[in-house]
């Protein structure tokens, strides 16, 4: 067996990054910048109030109250045709431009209105450049916006149309391909027949692979048979960035995957020291990652977890510190229990936050075949060799949501 760490680096060393392309900022959400993008222009593009008022001369309401005449209305979008004069004042709502002459707002709820609208008197005093809001105050022309490596929020997308700019340059979404194998594996709600299980992996990854970002392509199930396995990767490589397999990398008669790839790609099997996911193929077929998971269904999903979805990150540009996930500390509501057996156990838990701190109990039924737990799983609790984990005791968690 080797330790997480090594096999970790291993995969992380076979995934290369993907190259730069430019999307629409519309399909941007989660990817992650290759550019510096520097900003053309100003926002705001001009001084506008914050508020719906007044637009005053600071000097005219120092001796407030004052009442002053109303020299005109300026609506939002609609460059002033008014300057303010001495004793003079304009209505203005938010976002409009603030007319010459004037140099402070006043809101609206410090004023009375004369009746017929020409005269408004002002109950309080404001300083020159109250509720104004300057040109460049978000941004100036020129400045650095932000630098490649930056994954995109909805915040940065909205910085980015603020500035005009309606296509960024990216790493894109991994084309990732899925196949499952196993000749027990039915889809469809027919009765099963003696032997046969529903093929639930593949639906599972396809989904992690969502969740994580990549753009997923489902290549089917496919029989234990060597010519169908083979012609399935290689068709798989054609059209995608990385595949992901599903079951046939154990140490059974027919476990075709790991034959087949040994036979037409450059892989490694490794025995991980951890549980559950303990075996795992990784390597290369025509330079193209392949990340062979094991077909137990709880395996698949954390040998995802923690192998593909930071090999999967760092191809798609994401920072190095976030590819894997970062643990967090919570502490051991109800005793987890394990067997001293060399390996690092990943528990499926239940995380509730109560007093400050992360509680951590079981989810389920802690098999690989039990998917039900992992499906109630709010994280994963790292738990080091030994016998296990009391109540109260500190515990490392893997956040899943
Ligand atoms: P294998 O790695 O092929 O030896 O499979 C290990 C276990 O996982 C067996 O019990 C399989 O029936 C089960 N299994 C394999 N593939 C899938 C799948 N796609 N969906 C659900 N269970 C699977
Ligand atoms: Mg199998």
Redesign the pocket.
């Known amino acids: 067996m080797i330790p997480l760490a090594e096999a970790q680096e291993r995969v992380l060393a076979g995934c290369g990054i993907l190259g730069e392309v430019t999307v629409a900022v519309g399909d941007a959400q989660g990817l992650v910048t290759t550019e510096t993008v520097v900003a053309p222009e100003l926002v705001p593009p001009f001084d506008n109030t914050a508020m719906d008022g007044f637009a005053v001369r600071s000097a005219d309401v120092a001796d407030a109250p004052v009442t002053l005449a109303v020299a005109g209305t300026i609506a939002a979008g609609v460059p002033p045709d008014i300057t303010v004069g001495a004793g003079q004042a304009a209505r203005i709502m938010t976002g409009a431009v603030i007319p010459p002459g004037a140099d402070a707002v006043v809101m609206v709820e410090l004023t009375e209105t004369r009746a017929d609208g020409a005269e408004v008197t002002v109950a309080q005093s404001v300083p020159v450049g109250n509720h104004i809001r300057r040109a460049g105050e978000d941004l100036t022309v020129g400045q650095t916006v932000f630098g490649p490596g930056e994954v995109l929020t909805p915040g940065h997308l909205g910085v980015l149309t603020s500035l005009g700019m309606y296509q960024v340059k990216v790493r894109p979404k991994a084309r990732v391909g899925v196949m ?1 194998t ?1 000749d ?2 039915v889809e469809g709600p027919q009765p099963l027949e003696r032997g046969q ?1 529903r ?4 639906h599972t990854l396809l989904a992690l692979l969502s969740e994580a970002g990549c753009d997923p392509v489902d290549l089917g199930s496919l029989a234990d048979n060597e010519d169908e396995i083979a012609a399935g990767l290689r068709a798989g490589v054609e059209k995608c960035d990385a595949l992901l397999t ?5 140490m ?1 008669d027919y ?1 075709y995957v790991k034959k087949v790839l040994n036979e037409i790609g450059d892989m490694a099997w490794m025995q991980v020291a951890i549980k559950p996911a303990k075996p795992l193929a990784f390597g290369l077929l025509e330079g193209i990652p392949v990340f062979g998971l ?4 709880v395996s698949s999903m954390v040998s995802f977890e923690l192998f593909a979805r930071p090999g999967l990150r760092k191809m798609m540009g994401h920072p190095p510190g976030t590819w894997h996930r970062q643990p967090v500390m919570g502490r051991v509501a109800e005793r987890l229990g394990r067997r001293p057996d060399g390996k690092t156990h990943f528990a499926r838990v239940r995380v509730e936050y109560a007093d400050g701190e992360f509680l951590a109990r079981s989810a389920g039924g802690q098999g690989s ?1 039990q998917l039900s737990a992992m499906a109630a799983a709010d994280a994963l609790a790292v738990l080091p060799d030994g016998d296990g984990l009391d109540e109260g005791d500190p515990v490392s968690l893997l956040i899943l949501r």
Do not use: K, Q, T
């Open positions: 499952s196993g027990e594996l299980i093929d639930s992996n593949r599903s079951g046939g990398v154990s059974g476990d094991p077909g137990n269904p075949h």
